[in-house]
């Protein structure tokens, strides 16, 4: 597949906005490395990984589903035999009258044979359903699965919406294929087969004439293959932007009204709602080429019928009945064939659907545990950054060159400028990322060399922007540690000062709050993720502009509380308020990816650099 970076997201510690003054072609904005059509041939190695899925249950239910489907050809192929013995023996046999009582035994045995062929296909079409959504349910469980796996730089270059397309989308399009597809492909084969072998028993020359058209046939669609293939893909690749971009609509609302925006992106939407119309037209148009091929072949072969084999009842090669028969066997014969062409239709769109699902499921991530990782088990807090370089983008570098010792139970303050590189040393703490140059050392050892669950165990994160999950507020709290009990939840709400106000809400710890938590205010989210982080009670604490949207009377509160709460913990904190930084421990000063000072507050001011600069700017900003 031919990968392209996005267009607009690139560093994310960088401001990404546009000028307002310059125009831009916003049709860029959705061109990710994983909506490109793929170049590749049809490859048949998916089929065969999809097959994996249908393994856990060929002992349990394919038996079933197999004696069905072959009971069921059986009937079908049976019943126009029976008619044509009926015509020729109890109808009009060639001498003597007609028999009424062979009639009716025909007649009985065809009701038997419709009545096995209903309860046959009855059972089959349950079976395979049952088998489908368990398969489609395994699928959709393995992707969701991996991508909790995944690195953050994975979810940087993709909108939320384009992953979302892949486990939904994609993979309910492969539903078909499950749930009746490859029966529904086996049942044909086998029927063709079988009327392919009946038609030459009954008369080798009538059927080799009718059948002479299969591969002329067979000749023209396969010139359609690869054109309906780039279609659907095309139809995925549209859909997958389209639900990023209302991924996104949704979720920027209120930037959208609040810069008055609606019109353009109204007109943003339908231009990508048009692409993906026409796309599905296209596609649908090119998959429904298939069938006037078919048709014209089955009319053509209709027409063989009729005249030659016309010319052997006159010859009396043949009878009346066989000739009933064999033209039966033929309109059988062209059903399945449409129905395989249809079939290879729907296996494109699936196989189109499975590569953009395997290629997820295939995505290594590039922060993985080692083979010989170990558990970090009751950490002292002593870290280590030693010679940290890295970079987001390639020739980019965020860090150029960190060293920074930090000892256990230490407060750490980093402050300087956006873009400086704070935020990034607390993700490569965090192994969100792993640097390009250098180590980052706990107790001394290689982070990387530590399990990831077991090394984010031991940390507690609290950010500005605080996600808030569908739910109760105490489920969101006990987020931070799953079996804590009801009166642990409660005081961790309390150490923060959070229970003041939960408690007057109408139901308290059990209020319900929608997505992300539009129902509380920035400040009551931030108190949340507080008590969340607290509640885990990790020997690493990071506070990354975790009071920027309280009050200062709830900040005033807080900073009592963290005297007690941070006491023999390792933290870090960033923040621009001078009340949040001035008692920690060790203040570092960052610009542009280096340290430019380092100590604590008394001693920063003392020596008139960049820090005294920062809060002199500070005070200037407060008084003026």
């Given at each position: 597949?031919?990968?392209?970076?996005?267009?607009?997201?690139?560093?994310?510690?960088?401001?990404?906005?546009?000028?307002?003054?310059?125009?831009?072609?916003?049709?860029?904005?959705?061109?990710?490395?994983?909506?490109?059509?793929?170049?590749?041939?049809?490859?048949?190695?998916?089929?065969?990984?999809?097959?994996?899925?249908?393994?856990?249950?060929?002992?349990?239910?394919?038996?079933?589903?197999?004696?069905?489907?072959?009971?069921?050809?059986?009937?079908?192929?049976?019943?126009?035999?029976?008619?044509?013995?009926?015509?020729?023996?109890?109808?009009?046999?060639?001498?003597?009258?007609?028999?009424?009582?062979?009639?009716?035994?025909?007649?009985?045995?065809?009701?038997?044979?419709?009545?096995?062929?209903?309860?046959?296909?009855?059972?089959?079409?349950?079976?395979?359903?049952?088998?489908?959504?368990?398969?489609?349910?395994?699928?959709?469980?393995?992707?969701?699965?991996?991508?909790?796996?995944?690195?953050?730089?994975?979810?940087?270059?993709?909108?939320?919406?384009?992953?979302?397309?892949?486990?939904?989308?994609?993979?309910n399009s492969l539903q078909?294929?499950?749930?009746?597809?490859?029966?529904?492909?086996?049942?044909?084969?086998?029927?063709?087969?079988?009327?392919?072998?009946?038609?030459?028993?009954?008369?080798?020359?009538?059927?080799l004439a009718v059948m002479?058209?299969?591969?002329?046939?067979?000749?023209?669609?396969?010139?359609?293959?690869?054109?309906?293939?780039?279609?659907?893909?095309?139809?995925?690749?549209?859909?997958?932007?389209?639900?990023?971009?209302?991924?996104?609509?949704?979720?920027?609302?209120?930037?959208?009204?609040?810069?008055?925006?609606?019109?353009?992106?109204?007109?943003?939407?339908?231009?990508?709602?048009?692409?993906?119309?026409?796309?599905?037209?296209?596609?649908?148009?090119?998959?429904?080429?298939?069938?006037?091929?078919?048709?014209?072949?089955?009319?053509?072969?209709?027409?063989?019928?009729?005249?030659?084999?016309?010319?052997?009842?006159?010859?009396?090669?043949?009878?009346?009945?066989?000739?009933?028969?064999?033209?039966?066997?033929?309109?059988?014969?062209?059903?399945?064939?449409?129905?395989?062409?249809?079939?290879?239709?729907?296996?494109?769109?699936?196989?189109?659907?499975?590569?953009?699902?395997?290629?997820?499921?295939?995505?290594?991530?590039?922060?993985?545990?080692?083979?010989?990782?170990?558990?970090?088990?009751?950490?002292?807090?002593?870290?280590?950054?030693?010679?940290?370089?890295?970079?987001y983008e390639k020739g980019?570098?965020?860090?150029?060159?960190?060293?920074?010792?930090?000892?256990?139970?230490?407060?750490?303050?980093?402050?300087?400028?956006?873009?400086?590189?704070?935020?990034?040393?607390?993700?490569?703490?965090?192994?969100?990322?792993?640097?390009?140059?250098?180590?980052?050392?706990?107790?001394?050892?290689?982070?990387?060399?530590?399990?990831?669950?077991?090394?984010?165990?031991?940390?507690?994160?609290?950010?500005?922007?605080?996600?808030?999950?569908?739910?109760?507020?105490?489920?969101?709290?006990?987020?931070?540690?799953?079996?804590?009990?009801?009166?642990?939840?409660?005081?961790?709400?309390?150490?923060?000062?959070?229970?003041?106000?939960?408690?007057?809400?109408?139901?308290?710890?059990?209020?319900?709050?929608?997505?992300?938590?539009?129902?509380?205010?920035?400040?009551?989210?931030?108190?949340?993720?507080?008590?969340?982080?607290?509640?885990?009670?990790?020997?690493?604490?990071?506070?990354?502009?975790?009071?920027?949207?309280?009050?200062?009377?709830?900040?005033?509160?807080?900073?009592?509380?963290?005297?007690?709460?941070?006491?023999?913990?390792?933290?870090?904190?960033?923040?621009?308020?001078?009340?949040?930084?001035?008692?920690?421990?060790?203040?570092?000063?960052?610009?542009?990816?280096?340290?430019?000072?380092?100590?604590?507050?008394?001693?920063?001011?003392?020596?008139?650099?960049?820090?005294?600069?920062?809060?002199?700017?500070?005070?200037?900003?407060?008084?003026?």
């Amino acid at each position: 597949m031919n990968k392209q970076e996005p267009v607009q997201y690139s560093n994310p510690q960088q401001d990404t906005s546009s000028s307002a003054s310059g125009k831009k072609d916003t049709t860029e904005r959705f061109v990710y490395q994983d909506d490109e059509v793929m170049e590749k041939p049809f490859d048949w190695s998916q089929l065969k990984r999809l097959g994996v899925y249908l393994k856990p249950y060929s002992k349990q239910l394919l038996p079933i589903v197999i004696l069905m489907m072959v009971l069921g050809t059986i009937t079908r192929l049976a019943i126009p035999f029976i008619i044509s013995q009926a015509i020729d023996k109890a109808i009009a046999p060639a001498a003597g009258d007609p028999s009424v009582r062979l009639l009716l035994i025909y007649a009985g045995v065809m009701l038997v044979l419709y009545l096995i062929q209903w309860g046959a296909n009855t059972f089959r079409i349950r079976y395979t359903n049952i088998i489908g959504q368990r398969v489609i349910y395994d699928i959709r469980h393995d992707i969701f699965k991996h991508i909790q796996k995944l690195s953050f730089n994975f979810f940087d270059k993709r909108p939320a919406g384009s992953v979302l397309v892949r486990v939904t989308n994609d993979v309910n399009s492969l539903q078909d294929l499950f749930t009746n597809g490859v029966v529904n492909v086996l049942i044909d084969c086998v029927q063709l087969v079988g009327i392919m072998i009946i038609l030459l028993s009954l008369n080798f020359k009538l059927g080799l004439a009718v059948m002479i058209t299969v591969p002329l046939m067979f000749l023209v669609s396969t010139s359609l293959r690869k054109k309906i293939r780039r279609a659907w893909q095309d139809v995925r690749t549209k859909q997958s932007r389209l639900n990023a971009h209302l991924s996104e609509s949704i979720q920027g609302i209120r930037v959208t009204q609040a810069f008055t925006q609606e019109k353009e992106n109204i007109g943003f939407f339908d231009k990508m709602n048009t692409e993906n119309r026409q796309s599905w037209n296209y596609a649908s148009m090119t998959n429904q080429s298939f069938g006037p091929i078919i048709e014209v072949t089955g009319a053509i072969g209709a027409f063989i019928l009729f005249f030659y084999g016309a010319h052997l009842i006159q010859s009396t090669e043949i009878t009346v009945g066989l000739f009933v028969a064999f033209a039966s066997y033929v309109g059988n014969f062209w059903e399945p064939i449409n129905r395989l062409g249809q079939m290879y239709s729907q296996l494109l769109v699936a196989m189109a659907s499975s590569e953009r699902i395997f290629e997820f499921i295939d995505m290594k991530p590039i922060v993985d545990d080692k083979e010989q990782a170990e558990n970090l088990d009751n950490i002292e807090g002593n870290i280590r950054f030693d010679n940290i370089v890295f970079e987001y983008e390639k020739g980019r570098p965020a860090l150029k060159g960190i060293s920074l010792d930090v000892h256990a139970g230490q407060s750490i303050a980093f402050v300087g400028h956006t873009g400086s590189g704070k935020s990034t040393m607390i993700n490569l703490l965090c192994r969100f990322y792993d640097p390009v140059e250098g180590r980052v050392l706990i107790d001394g050892k290689d982070i990387r060399d530590i399990h990831l669950q077991s090394l984010r165990s031991q940390i507690g994160i609290v950010l500005q922007d605080t996600f808030i999950f569908s739910g109760t507020i105490r489920d969101n709290i006990r987020f931070g540690r799953l079996d804590a009990t009801d009166e642990e939840v409660e005081i961790a709400a309390k150490a923060v000062n959070a229970h003041e106000f939960i408690a007057g809400l109408p139901d308290g710890y059990e209020t319900e709050v929608q997505e992300r938590g539009s129902v509380l205010s920035m400040g009551q989210r931030q108190l949340i993720s507080f008590a969340r982080a607290l509640l885990a009670d990790p020997r690493v604490l990071i506070l990354d502009e975790a009071t920027a949207s309280i009050d200062t009377e709830t900040e005033l509160k807080i900073q009592e509380a963290l005297k007690t709460l941070l006491f023999g913990r390792t933290s870090f904190i960033i923040a621009h308020r001078l009340s949040t930084i001035r008692h920690a421990d060790n203040i570092v000063v960052m610009d542009h990816g280096r340290i430019m000072e380092q100590g604590n507050h008394d001693e920063l001011m003392r020596h008139g650099g960049i820090y005294r600069g920062l809060i002199d700017a500070q005070f200037r900003f407060l008084s003026a």
